[in-house]
Structure formats: C-alpha cells, structure tokens
C-alpha cells in the first residue's frame, strides 16, 4: 500500500469510534504497544528527539530503497501515536516519505497532538523523518 | 456573601465548556483565573484614565499617577507594609530575582562569595544566582529534603561558611505547596548576619503575609498567581535597603538630574522603576488584592487547606498512586505520579475530560532529580475550587488509570 492508502485505511477504522474518544485514545494505546520497537542498542542520543515532557527515540534504516524505522517513547499515548505515523511510513520510498502532507491527523481529530505546544516531541519527530528522507535522497545517510 | 458560588459566578471563564465538559482548573499555581473586577478595571483604566505617570502636568497624567500610587499602597497594606515605597513594582518574581541579584553584584556579592538555596528551588531562583557565581567564582548551596520531602533545616548551619552571604527560598515550593519553615531560617541567619530572600509567588496567592513582622531583606512575587495580571510582581526590600540596594536597571523615570558626567537618583521606589511601568498591570493587581480581601485571606487557604487535605486522603486510597510532600499544612498544591505511567499521558487524557493539571518537572529540575522522577502531576488549588471537581477528578483519575493499564 502507499502512505495515501495507509491514511485512508486508519481514517476507516477511527470512523468507527465515532465521537467517543475514550475508545479512539483505548486504541491510539494498544497501537503504542505493537509499535516496532527500537534495539537498545538503537537507543542513543542520536536518536532521541526531545519533547518537553515525553522522549521519542527513532532508527531509521534503508532496505531495498524502502525507509525502516523503528522507534520507542517514554509516554504510551505518544507512542501511540508514533505508531500510527511509524506505520504510514513504513516501507515506503524517501521522496513519497518527504511528500507526504499526513492530512489524516487533521481528519481522525488527533490535530492537538501536533500542535507545537503539545509537549510530546511528535512534531519534532516527523520532521525528523523526513530530514531522514531527505538526507538518503541526496545521498547522505549521516543519520544512520 | 462569600459562597463558593457567589465566587465562582465573579469568574467568567469558569463557566467554559473544555472538550465539551465542564472546566475544572487545577492549574492554579501556574497561574489563577481573574475575577470580572480585576479584567474591568484594566478595561477602565484604558478607557478613562490612561496617561503616562509621574511627569505629567494634565489632568490624566495626574488621575493615572494617583491610581498607580495608590495601588502600590494598596498593595503595601495587604502585606502590611508602612512605607509603600518598599514595594518596587516588577515585571514578575523572575524579573524581580534578576533585579535583585543584580544590585546584590554591585554590593554584597564578592567573588567567592556563596549563596544558599534549597532542593526545591523555582529555576526563576536558581538561574539568577547560578549566572552570577559562574561570572564570579561563586558557589551554591543547596539545604537537603527529608524523607518527607519537607526541608532539612538541621542542616542549614552546616552549609554556612565565612563567604556566605545569603539565603533565598522559596516560601512555599510550587511543586510541592511545601511550606518551609521561615522562623527557623530567619532565627540561623541572623545569628550568621546573612541576608535573607524570599520567593513567595507560591506564598502570596495563599497565605497571610505580614511583612512587617515577617522581617525579612527581600521578597518577591507575582500578581497573576493573586488573581491580578500577568506582567507585574513586586520587589519588597526593607528600610534599610531601600536606602542602600544600588540600582542595577537605569533609565527614564528614576533620577532628579542627569548630565552626561554625573546623573542624581530619586529616593525610593522610583529609584528602581526605570522606564514606564506597567500601569494598568499595578492597578489590576489592586484590583486583585481588594478582591482578595474581601473574601479574606485566611479563608482562602482554610478552603484551599480543606481541599488539598481531601485530595491527599483521595489519593492514598488509589493503590496506583505515589504522592510527594505529603502533609497537613500545605498551600494549596498536591503532587503525585501514577506508578508506571508517564505524567503526560495521565494529563493528556485528564485534559479530555475538561481537566486542566500541570505535568512534567514545574521548573524544578533539581527536586525532580532528587524525587528521582521525570515529573509530576500536579493538582493546584483556588478559593474557587470545590469538593465536587474534586470528586469528579478522583472519579476521572480512576478511569485514567484504567485506560492506561
Ligand atoms: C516558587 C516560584 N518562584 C518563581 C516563579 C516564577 O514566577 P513568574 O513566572 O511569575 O516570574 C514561580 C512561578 O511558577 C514560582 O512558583
């Protein structure tokens, strides 16, 4: 699948919680816990991005011209959301990855969580990413 | 009449809808909700009185120089201070530190000198004499905390020696609501003649605080946590540093005479004014202040005490939860983590249910080392608060946990 058909499938299935958020935040929570977890060894201060409150660490790999990432967060909710971004850009090419607007935070009415003065480093994080894809486009991986 | 509702209905924003619940705003220590009088009268002043102060020879000029110096009596007699030029307006307690530090370098403060704090410092009380005693070979002490988190005193003469110059704490610790024992400071500093600083941002909003008698150097505080204005605090000094403290900030406002060889200051609080101060910000803090007098003072923190003490017994009912600084006189703060769980999560989703709490280190980083957390949740109380968002927290903090498990 690629990243626009990865967003319409999370927009279906958050559709169904309707407007009950404790059930949307139950499941941004058991997608924290099957995030592709980082190595330890993986987690340096390289790869931590920090939030004011809540850490995320992300490893990022090429593998057959696809980005891999793995990550980690201190915060479970933050890490849920982390995973839901992980799993858009799983897989998928640097230039798709450094494209991509990721409308569909707006649309599952998850937009707080991006706001620059939620604390959790999520912002910090896709940027991240797509520097990461953007360096393996010009051909530096410094950040591997 | 002083019912919690009569008061609650002087606080427009109390009745806002937060993610389609109630509002229930327990962030009080960072800053507090305004009443209606305070918001008017800023309005009002800009309406009808607004001038620049001290120089002017019309008739607004004058009206807005009575209304700021009346103020900053005002304000003076709440604290129970005789000469209201000891009250020096500020920006804030972090603006107000700064300040003071400053002058302190121009005179008390020698190289090597050393300065006392205790682990559960604000940052706006640590930075400010960190930068100094980078510059200047100077050295910070820090009082230890007990087991209960409450400080060790015993321990304070220990930290003196010949180069200490003086002591600043906080009155109340913002993360803890922690009251620290002040007549026990004062009684070890003057034995050792050092100066004492007073943080009382946590203090002020709670407590009735007779400077007179209280009988310390310096104290500094915010109007926004005392239901007035963000961007003004004061500066108190006593009598004999009102006529000694060199400036450190100059400018219009705070001279008799300048020529370019030799400038002539003015007495008093002007003396440390520099500039146009924030007018409508010292007359909203008035404002504040009679507001706080009419509903008293010590009313305020019995209802804030009642709170934090139910809270306390709540919370040591939850298995889950760990509290620190527990006690029974405490100023209207409560602090806890649920074991296991990052504070941020356990804020975010309190947020969704319209309840406002503070997560992370609160701007004390060295009491969260020592605590050995990342942070905390913190619940922080006002005169407006009740039993009932009480329970509704407790009852919400509950489905937290269970959400995060
Ligand atoms: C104990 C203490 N000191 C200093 C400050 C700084 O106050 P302000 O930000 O108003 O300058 C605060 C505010 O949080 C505080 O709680």
């Known amino acids: 699948m690629n990243i626009e058909e990865i967003e319409k499938e999370i927009i279906e299935e958050f559709e169904l919680f309707g407007d009950n958020w404790e059930e949307k935040y139950e499941h941004i929570i058991d997608m924290g816990k099957n995030l592709p977890k980082i190595a330890d060894e993986n987690k340096t201060d390289k790869n931590i991005i920090t939030g004011c409150q809540s850490r995320v660490w992300l490893n990022t790999e090429l593998k057959n011209g696809k980005m891999i990432f793995t990550a980690d967060s201190d915060a479970i909710i933050t890490k849920g959301m982390v995973a839901i971004i992980v799993r858009v850009f799983n897989n998928q090419t640097p230039q798709d990855i450094s494209n991509a607007q990721l409308n569909f935070i707006n649309v599952i009415g998850l937009k707080e969580h991006l706001s620059p003065t939620r604390a959790n480093g999520l912002l910090s994080m896709i940027r991240r990413m797509k520097q990461d894809a953007k360096n393996l486009m010009n051909g530096s991986n410094n950040n591997n | ?405």
């Open chain 2, 1 to 405: 009449m002083n019912t919690t509702e009569n008061i609650r209905a002087q606080f427009p924003i109390l009745n806002k809808q937060i993610n389609n619940n109630a509002l229930v705003y327990f962030d009080n220590a960072a800053t507090v909700q305004k009443p209606k009088q305070v918001i008017e009268a800023i309005e009002n002043y800009y309406y009808n009185s607004n001038a620049n102060i001290h120089r002017g020879v019309h008739t607004l000029s004058r009206v807005a120089t009575e209304l700021f110096e009346q103020s900053r009596k005002t304000i003076a007699s709440f604290f129970n201070v005789k000469n209201s030029q000891q009250i020096i307006f500020t920006s804030g307690t972090t603006d107000g530190l700064n300040t003071l530090v400053q002058s302190l370098s121009k005179s008390v403060l020698q190289k090597n000198s050393e300065i006392i704090l205790s682990t559960y410092e604000h940052h706006s009380n640590i930075l400010p004499w960190q930068l100094w005693a980078q510059h200047n070979n100077g050295k910070l002490k820090i009082i230890p905390l007990k087991e209960n988190h409450s400080l060790d005193l015993e321990k304070l003469e220990q930290l003196i020696t010949p180069n200490t110059k003086i002591i600043s704490i906080a009155h109340v610790s913002n993360t803890l609501g922690l009251i620290t024992n002040i007549e026990k400071v004062k009684e070890i500093a003057k034995k050792y003649n050092l100066i004492i600083v007073l943080d009382g941002a946590q203090s002020a909003p709670h407590m009735k605080i007779d400077l007179e008698n209280l009988d310390v150097d310096f104290f500094v505080c915010s109007a926004h946590k005392m239901y007035g204005p963000t961007g003004i605090g004061i500066l108190y000094m006593s009598e004999k540093w009102l006529q000694e403290l060199p400036v450190s900030k100059v400018g219009g406002g705070t001279i008799k005479t300048v020529s370019f060889e030799k400038t002539e200051y003015e007495q008093g609080a002007l003396r440390f004014e520099p500039g146009t101060p924030n007018i409508s910000g010292a007359i909203g803090f008035a404002e504040a202040i009679k507001f706080t007098n009419i509903v008293g003072i010590t009313s305020i923190y019995k209802h804030e005490l009642d709170l934090v003490n139910y809270a306390q017994k709540q919370l040591n009912e939850l298995p889950e939860v760990i509290q620190y600084g527990v006690s029974k006189e405490k100023a209207g703060v409560i602090s806890f983590n649920v074991k296991n769980q990052h504070p941020f999560d356990v804020g975010s989703l309190l947020d969704k249910y319209g309840i406002a709490v503070r997560t992370g280190h609160h701007c004390t980083q060295p009491l969260m080392k020592v605590l050995n957390t990342q942070g905390t949740i913190r619940a922080s109380f006002a005169i407006y608060n009740t039993k009932q968002e009480l329970n509704y927290f407790i009852e919400k903090l509950k489905k937290v946990i269970t959400m995060l498990k």
